[in-house]
């Protein structure tokens, strides 16, 4: 069964920092473009960041997030590193597995997410 798995969500104070990590089962992560998606409260989801697949070396960030947040993959796992958080940043991360390296949510197999919640 392939399945994607986050991990890392949690409960932190602002400006400071989190690791998310998915991580593959069933399959093998690293052909694939990997996305983070995060999906607040009333909101539609928004795309974070992605890394292209193989050594590609690609990535892309949504300008809510550039030069705080970075995403990096080794063996089968993907990361997300976010530093300086706020509170806007709160919401449900998911990622997810596909062909295409965007920030669309374009992607073939998706995690069931997991909570950030950013608060004093």
């Known amino acids: 069964q392939l399945q994607l798995v986050e991990s890392g969500g949690g409960l932190v104070q602002p400006g400071t920092s989190l690791r998310l990590s998915c991580t593959a089962s069933?399959?093998?992560?690293?052909?694939?473009?990997v996305g983070w998606f995060r999906q607040a409260p009333g909101e539609g989801r928004e795309g974070v960041s992605c890394?292209?697949?193989?050594?590609?070396?690609r990535t892309q960030y949504a300008d809510s997030v550039n030069g705080r947040f970075t995403i990096s993959r080794a063996e089968n796992t993907v990361y997300l590193q976010m530093n300086s958080l706020k509170p806007e940043d709160t919401a449900v991360y998911y990622c997810?597995?596909?062909?295409?390296?965007?920030?669309?949510?374009?992607?073939?197999?998706w995690g069931q997410g997991t909570q950030v919640t950013v608060s004093s």
């Open positions: 069933g399959f093998t992560l690293d052909p694939f473009a």
């Open positions: 997810a597995a596909g062909f295409m390296l965007t920030l669309g949510e374009e992607y073939d197999y």
């Open positions: 890394i292209g697949g193989g050594n590609s070396g």
